[in-house]
T-cell receptor, first 112, second 110 residues
Framework: DGGITQSPKYLFRKEGQNVTLSCEQNLNHDAMYWYRQDPGQGLRLIYYSQIVNDFQKGDIAEGYSVSREKKESFPLTVTSAQKNPTAFYLC???????????FGDGTRLSIL | RKEVEQDPGPFNVPEGATVAFNCTYSNSASQSFFWYRQDCRKEPKLLMSVYSSGNEDGRFTAQLNRASQYISLLIRDSKLSDSATYLCVVSYNQGGKLIFGQGTELSVKP
């Protein structure tokens, strides 16, 4: 079945540690996105990519990094510079801009 | 002012009720509009796109008023399974950046 797969579902980070969240899609979508959701709040865009080997910062990119080496994959690294990383992280993809986005089932990141 | 604003609710309604949500957006250049549904601790799922002429999908009707910059969602004959948070979403550039409202929580009671 086509879809977006995020892993792991739950992730715990120690202080000063970098962690990488995986996002893979087999929908043949060009565009991929990373969002962060905090309790009781809307989604905020971290990074997005419209094409392989290219990506742009969203509204809250500080403390995060991404890569887009393959069309299917858009991993997100939460670096030690992100001081408040505890949140629900959602990856999404779409055919092109202005089209609806389809989401993976998310990764919950917590600090140990 | 937030780019997309929704009444957070919660809206508590009995089964069978009709409920309407409104959403306002600040950027007049907005081009695409959507309603997403998010269940507790789950990912958002596309409920429906919103077209200028208004559109209906079963018990759900979405309308867009560009002049007043608001979007609405009407749910008729509410079911228990409609309980969720409804997210209003707009997009206004080719990059596909979506702007999410904070969501309106709906709770349908027996």
């Amino acid at each position: 079945d086509g879809g977006i797969t995020q892993s792991p579902k739950y992730l715990f980070r120690k202080e000063g540690q970098n962690v990488t969240l995986s996002c893979e899609q087999n929908l043949n979508h060009d565009a991929m996105y990373w969002y962060r959701q905090d309790p009781g709040q809307g989604l905020r865009l971290i990074y997005y990519s419209q094409i392989v080997n290219d990506f742009q910062k969203g509204d809250i990119a500080e403390g995060y990094s991404v890569s887009r080496e393959k069309k299917e994959s858009f991993p997100l690294t939460v670096t030690s510079a992100q001081k408040n990383p505890t949140a629900f992280y959602l990856c999404a993809s779409s055919i092109v801009g202005l089209q609806p986005q389809h989401f993976g089932d998310g990764t919950r990141l917590s600090i140990l | 002012r937030k780019e997309v604003e929704q009444d957070p609710g919660p809206f508590n309604v009995p089964e069978g009720a009709t409920v309407a949500f409104n959403c306002t957006y600040s950027n007049s250049a907005s081009q695409s509009f959507f309603w997403y549904r998010q269940d507790c601790r789950k990912e958002p799922k596309l409920l429906m796109s919103v077209y200028s002429s208004g559109n209906e999908d079963g018990r759900f009707t979405a309308q867009l008023n560009r002049a007043s910059q608001y979007i609405s969602l009407l749910i008729r004959d509410s079911k228990l399974s409609d309980s969720a948070t409804y997210l209003c979403v707009v997009s206004y550039n080719q990059g596909g950046k979506l702007i999410f409202g904070q969501g309106t929580e709906l709770s349908v009671k027996p």
